[in-house]
């Protein structure tokens, strides 16, 4: 019943609504001042339901510009080129500088020779990872690090026989094929988005791959 009153209010007197529920405007301002103010508004639509999508829409515009303040202009036209013509090729000048700068520091375990395997591997998206079964889980030699670990993971390239590996080693491995996979769905036309929001994007899973490496993920 109180909501059959409720929509019949709004709907033959929007005015006794606002009057029933005393509604002040001013109430609802945030004792904040200057663009907090602005942006910790809340408003009430005409059914009385918190409406603060204008504040949210605020705080991604904030979030924008801050990103934008502190963008390297080289590295974004390096991105808008490769986006122009994009390639996953070694070849193409971002994925080189991508590589050089964040790929080649996660997948290099001590071996020159194993890294260069697997970073062309992740750029021809041949990598896999398994986990093991329960009854194969357990503290042996990591294949890529030589160094004794719990084991729970199964590495494996079409071309090469397959590495039993540690947490680490997965977890390094999977944030390069996550940033990969993004550029390729770029690549093929499957994310829709503008420029900056792609750049922000890949900057981000960049820094997923440092935090990866430093053992933070």
Known sequence: MKCA?????VLDNPSKLRKHMKYHPDRLMSPLSGNHRASSEIRLNTLGVVDNSKAKKHGNQNKRSDFLESLDVKDFHEFQVWRDQPSMQISHPYIALLVQRDIRFALHFGDNQLAETLIQSALNDELQLELLSRDKICVTT???TNTVRLCEFKLSIPSCEHWIVCRMVRTRVAAVCELLTHLRYISLGIV???????????NELCRAIALARLGYL
């Open 5 to 9: 009153w409720l929509q019949s209010a």
């Open 142 to 144: 990591c294949h890529v």
């Open 192 to 202: 829709k988005a503008d420029a900056i929001e792609l750049y922000h994007r890949t």
